[in-house]
């Protein structure tokens, strides 16, 4: 059996479509979950959003046994934590950091990564288009 991409999704991105709307766009993270069920196909993928670092920590250990790769939008955590940082590299599957904003043109503490530093990759500045590039681009690894 194929096993699916889990897409990790950080504090707020509940909030997708009304917070921020000329930052992060229109869509709400269910158009998002929508647009990568469809381009996943029978691959499948297991969708989550969590506003706890240690929520997201247990999706990254629980896409370790049951996951082919990770997609993350680490949101805020992205420059925090220490903690992501350390669980993306535990994991041992392909993980791709995935932003809708281009962090490195905005406030200048958003533009270190502790999740790129372990990631095999990174997609920002698409809005929910990011999701679709790193999800062809996780493809492409497993």
């Known amino acids: 059996m194929t096993k699916p991409i889990y897409i990790i999704n950080g504090p707020n991105l509940n909030l997708l479509g009304t917070r921020e709307p000329e930052i992060y766009g229109h869509e709400t993270l269910a158009d998002i979950e929508a647009m990568c069920r ?49 669980a993306v590299k535990a994991i041992g599957i392909p993980v791709i950091e995935i932003h809708l904003s281009q962090p490195a043109a905005r406030e200048d503490f958003r533009a270190h990564s502790y999740v790129a530093m372990g990631a095999h990759g990174t997609v920002s500045g698409f809005g929910a288009q990011s999701y679709l590039l790193g999800l062809q681009a996780a493809l492409n690894l497993v």
């Open 38 to 86: 469809d381009a996943a196909g029978e691959r499948g993928i297991v969708f989550s959003q969590h506003n706890s670092e240690g929520a997201i920590i247990d999706q990254l250990h629980k896409a370790c046994g049951y996951g082919s790769a990770v997609l993350i939008n680490p949101a805020a955590y992205t420059h925090t934590s220490i903690a992501l940082h350390d």
